[in-house]
């Protein structure tokens, strides 16, 4: 017999059987390794690398700044600089420690986090029903939802790698440059309110962005559908507020509703938050959860539509 003969033979599968759960991490991990082989996904998490080392290390220069110089001036490139002005510089960020601390870098994050989505929803989901991939997909013996779940699993990794990987390492070094033991026993609840924040995050960015890229399946208009949810909706709900004077014209910016969720899961006044005025905290969640509800329902719709190839 042939060499290629043997080569072409069925081989039964000698491995350890397992369930269809396990097709979904093997979707997502195959997934992630399809986003990372374009460079724009790298040039994006470069991008978000730079807004986390920029709370990182502003928060060092703050808590330097604060505690050791004792005068009320520093020379810089000859010049003398006054100390407050630089730390007034960075008092709208709130590098204390403080739940507006991790809140304010996910927001600023958040900029960053919707051009990723927005591109990775296309690559990863939207392709699946351009290119007729995913009756390939359910030919195999996998459900429908392990489908979803697979790609959901993959957009939220990248979620949680952008947000609650980067707030947990700033909770860290807010401890280590603050006293550490005193810190962390009265502060565990922001640990608490940051994974929270970020589960959040999670199940809305990603339900969302796979109910967009099955919607619309390419990048630009994916694109400018998320530029219309995280940038005109916040503008136009800025206007309605200051216009018709009733806050809760800013339930319909999807981003301060997270915003607002986040907040309340890290305990913050919600007389501090700005901009204001505010919605409560109640009303965000509702609105939160309806979208929420809204993309499982269209999802459901979608993907039973589409037939299996025997």
Same mark, same amino acid.
């Given at each position: ?5 043997? *080569? ?30 374009? =460079? ?23 808590? +330097?700044?604060? &505690? ?5 001036? $520093? ?9 407050? &002005? ?9 590098? %204390? ?47 429908? +939802? ?11 990794? *990248?979620? &949680? ?9 700033? =909770? $860290? ?10 810190? !962390?026993?009265?502060? +565990?609840?922001?640990? *608490?309110?940051?994974?929270? !924040? ?6 809305? *960015? ?8 099955? =919607? ?9 559908? +998320? ?28 981003? %301060? %509703? ?26 965000? =969640? ?25």
């Amino acid at each position: 017999m042939a060499q290629t003969d043997t *080569l072409l033979r069925y081989r039964p599968w000698r491995g350890t059987a397992r369930g269809p759960l396990y097709a979904a991490t093997a979707l997502a991990r195959a997934s992630l390794k399809l986003l990372f082989r374009h =460079w724009q996904a790298w040039s994006l998490l470069a991008l978000s690398l730079l807004v986390f080392f920029f709370f990182f290390y502003a928060q060092y220069l703050v808590v +330097w700044i604060t &505690n050791l110089l004792a005068t009320d001036t $520093v020379r810089f490139a000859g010049f003398p600089v006054s100390v407050r &002005n630089i730390t007034r510089f960075f008092e709208p960020l709130a590098l %204390n420690g403080t739940a507006h601390t991790f809140g304010n870098f996910i927001w600023y994050q958040g900029y960053v986090l919707v051009i990723f989505l927005a591109y990775a929803g296309s690559v990863l989901v939207g392709s699946d029903f351009s290119h007729g991939s995913l009756p390939f997909y359910l030919s195999k013996p996998i459900g429908r +939802w392990h489908y979803v779940l697979g790609k959901c699993l993959a957009i939220s990794t *990248l979620i &949680n790698l952008l947000t609650t990987v980067p707030a947990i390492l700033l =909770w $860290v070094e807010a401890g280590l440059l603050d006293d550490w033991q005193t810190y !962390y026993f009265k502060q +565990w609840r922001l640990l *608490l309110g940051i994974i929270c !924040y970020g589960l959040v995050l999670t199940v809305t *960015l990603t339900l969302i962005t796979v109910a967009t890229a099955v =919607w619309v399946r390419r990048t630009v208009p994916m694109a400018m559908i +998320w530029m219309g949810l995280f940038v005109l909706l916040p503008m136009l709900a800025s206007s309605l507020v200051a216009t018709l004077d009733d806050r809760r014209w800013r339930l319909i910016d999807l981003w %301060n %509703n997270l915003y607002l969720c986040g907040l309340s899961c890290l305990r913050a006044d919600s007389a501090t938050i700005r901009p204001q005025p505010q919605p409560e905290f109640w009303q965000a =969640w509702l609105v939160t959860g309806t979208v929420v509800s809204s993309c499982v329902l269209y999802l459901r719709k979608r993907v039973q539509a589409v037939e299996i190839v025997a």
